[in-house]
């Protein structure tokens, strides 16, 4: 069996508990994709937390909510002190684990950060090494032009790598969007895209027909990051400029909570729930309403990224309206409805409008093709045979 250390960020099983407000997005990616890769990788795995290494977290906790790492890393203030301490325990436990017999056949690192550069970076200078291969998920940095005066700068601050520079690094890349792959091609580094998956259990019950909605008004759903980059407030302010009988609900945390409360508080159709207390709750949630929407808008970065919220939609078995952003519409197919995120302050209105008269027959119909569609071609089970065969070609290429 191929041994794979994964270098990552996501939380010990009852860190979240802890910690109300983080942001689950990538937690939940991680934990559902290291427990699929298990069946084809015998994976030791670190992660490198937002704080201290938490003390007392719950025995009895439900190991799906996160994954036993065996080296828990920090990046708590002072972040320079801590991020090499991190890096000498990553190094020392490394070592230990190749005298103990355990050699990985590849390291994979979530994205590109300080701690796992430094290590990356001296796994290259080693002569008989593991491949090393980027799981590139989301940069905003990529695609950007810097200046040489920040460069410059830059290059005289500790643990400081651009990002464009450290793919050299990499003897392979597995990219959640397939616009990063240009980045890739000129380093004849072999790319596999991979947006992520769904596990079809997470999918509430009755998503066909939950019975709780039953008639009135046409009901557009949001869950997510209440934040620019994720395209928030262009909804709501896309919707309060379209008239008629229709309602927007909205969850989630981030920094423009407090505006969609506002806005709220000015439009009854528009409704703020705040934050739901687990991912599932959202799922639960979404099936009191008919279209989830997904306003992600170019720039910020999101070229380089995959909305994993649209995995979650489609488990619902409702409608999806969203942009076509990082190949959205490859993975959604053609029962998905769709806007320019370049144009979204004109098409977005009138996209809404459409949808709001539509039969509810019609909306649960493309909502249970979606559902299909997504958990047969999209479940983690069969992204992980993808990773796996793609680890192996890797790992074979290097004997």
């Known amino acids: 069996m191929m041994r794979l250390l994964f270098l990552g960020f996501s939380f010990p099983p009852g860190w979240q508990a802890l910690m109300p407000g983080t942001n689950p997005a990538g937690h939940l990616f991680e934990t559902q994709m290291l427990a699929a890769l298990r069946v084809h990788c015998d994976i030791r795995s670190t992660t490198l937390l937002p704080g201290p290494s938490p003390r007392g977290l719950p025995s009895a906790a439900d190991p799906r909510t996160g994954v036993a790492h065996e080296l828990r890393l920090s990046e708590q203030r002072p972040r320079l002190w801590h991020r090499c301490l991190s890096i000498f325990h990553l190094g020392r436990q490394y070592r230990a684990w190749q005298v103990g017999g355990w050699r990985p056949d590849v390291v994979m690192t979530y994205n590109l950060s300080p701690v796992y550069n430094a290590f990356i970076r001296g796994l290259g200078r080693q002569a008989s090494r593991p491949r090393r291969v980027l799981l590139l998920l989301d940069s905003t940095q990529l695609g950007q032009r810097l200046s040489p005066l920040k460069r410059f700068r830059y290059r005289f601050k500790p643990l400081v790598y651009f990002e464009d520079d450290m793919l050299a690094e990499f003897d392979a890349a597995i990219g959640a969007s397939p616009a990063t792959e240009r980045f890739f091609q000129p380093l004849r580094t072999p790319f596999l895209w991979m947006p992520g998956g769904c596990s079809p259990e997470r999918a509430p019950g009755c998503a066909e027909d939950s019975g709780t909605v039953s008639g009135g008004a046409i009901r557009f759903g949001y869950f997510g990051a209440l934040a620019a980059h994720a395209g928030v407030r262009e909804l709501v302010s896309a919707f309060r400029a379209t008239e008629g009988a229709m309602e927007l609900h909205v969850c989630g ?127 983690w089970a069969r992204q992980a045979d993808r990773m796996a065969g793609f680890l192996k070609v890797v790992t074979h290429e290097k004997g």
Request: with cysteine; net charge neutral; charged share 30%.
């Open 253 to 379: 945390y981030g920094r423009l909570a407090g505006w969609v409360a506002e806005q709220a508080q000015q439009d009854s159709r528009l409704r703020f729930h705040g934050l739901l207390p687990t991912p599932e709750a959202c799922l639960e949630k979404a099936l009191d309403w008919d279209v989830l929407v997904n306003p992600r808008p170019a720039g910020h970065g999101n070229e380089n990224n995959f909305p994993s919220k649209l995995f979650d939609y489609a488990l619902c078995g409702r409608a999806i309206l969203t942009t076509r952003l990082s190949g959205s519409d490859a993975v959604l197919g053609p029962e998905a409805f769709y806007f320019d995120p370049a144009r979204t302050g004109d098409e977005l209105p009138g996209r809404l409008k459409e949808l709001a008269v539509l039969s509810r027959a019609e909306l649960r119909r493309r909502g249970a093709a979606l559902r299909e569609r997504v958990t047969r071609e999209y479940s």
